[in-house]
Every structure is written in C-alpha cells, then in structure tokens.
C-alpha cells in the first residue's frame, strides 16, 4: 500500500533523514521518502506486517507531529 502522511515540524534536512530512518525501521515498510516543500511522507508499506498506525507512531517518536 502506498499513502501520503502529512508531517509537521520537518525544517531541514537533518528532519527529512530523520523521519525517513525512523519509518524505514518500522517492520513492513517497503520506502519512505519525506519533502520539506510539502510538509509530508511518502510511504510504502505491506499492510500485512505494518499498520499505519504504527508508521505514524514512528514519526512522532522521532519527534514529528503527523495529521
């Protein structure tokens, strides 16, 4: 499955790394690629080992608000 998660508080670089390595740790997820420009995350993950819910949990760990 392939979703788009809004992200705030991404504001350089370090952030985008950051929120990608967090996410990519999650079991299941396939890639992960954020853009500052948009505030978001692009995600693809196996529904059947990763739940979204757990791939925003991630992002918000790594100290990020998700919508």
């Given amino acids: 499955m392939k979703t788009i998660i809004k992200v705030k508080g991404m504001s350089c670089g370090g952030c985008k790394m950051g929120v990608e390595h967090a996410v990519k740790k999650v079991p299941g997820v ?6 500052l420009e948009k505030a978001e995350l692009a995600v693809e993950f196996d529904e059947k080992k990763a739940a979204l819910s757990d791939i925003k949990a991630a992002v918000v760990t790594a100290g990020f608000e998700t919508e």
């Fill in 30 to 35: 396939v890639s992960a690629e954020a853009s």
